[in-house]
């Protein structure tokens, strides 16, 4: 009995560990980024690639939805480091209908798919080249909630007690 109590205890523990996808790598050109396919898409349509990034905005058309996403670089969890540089905009098309209020401006997104053409647009005033990424998966990362005390990022404490503040 003690020992089905220490691997469901275990088991839990490990299952909180867990941070999101992921997608395997082989196959997939993980050195590309949406800047270098914008210059030269013919040389690239075809390829597997990974992106993640930051929802700009969400559009659902007829057959599909598209979501137009500022890259980031992918950290080793394959989230988008949004602490970094940003690598150019892209637009991800996924078949079916996502819902706008999930897939919101702001939100984290990690895609794997296949290059298509790139699409001519705007980004205000100017015109843009976005690669174009026929998603194959989506993640949708969690909303990161935002501290509201200075004290430190990490609190674990074991024990029976109480606390006064």
Do not use: K
């Amino acid at each position: 009995m003690r020992y089905l109590l220490v691997s469901l205890l275990a088991l839990a523990l490990l299952a909180g560990c867990a941070t999101g996808p992921r997608y395997e790598t082989t196959g997939v050109a993980t050195e590309l980024s949406p800047a270098e396919v914008s210059a030269s898409a013919q040389v690239f349509q075809g390829s597997q690639v990974i992106w993640g990034g930051m929802i700009v905005a969400t559009r659902n058309l007829a057959d599909y939805t598209e979501i137009e996403v500022l890259g980031y670089p992918l950290e080793s969890n394959q989230r988008p480091a949004t602490n970094r540089t940003p690598q150019g905009r892209f637009l991800v098309r996924t078949p079916g209908y996502l819902e706008q209020v999930d897939y919101a401006p702001g939100r984290r997104i990690t895609v794997t798919g296949t290059l298509g053409e790139n699409v001519q647009g705007q980004v205000g005033e100017a015109a843009y080249t976005y690669p174009l990424v026929q998603a194959r998966d989506t993640h949708l990362w969690p909303i990161d909630t935002p501290r509201t005390d200075s004290g430190p990022s990490t609190r674990f404490s074991i024990g029976v007690g109480v606390i006064f503040r």
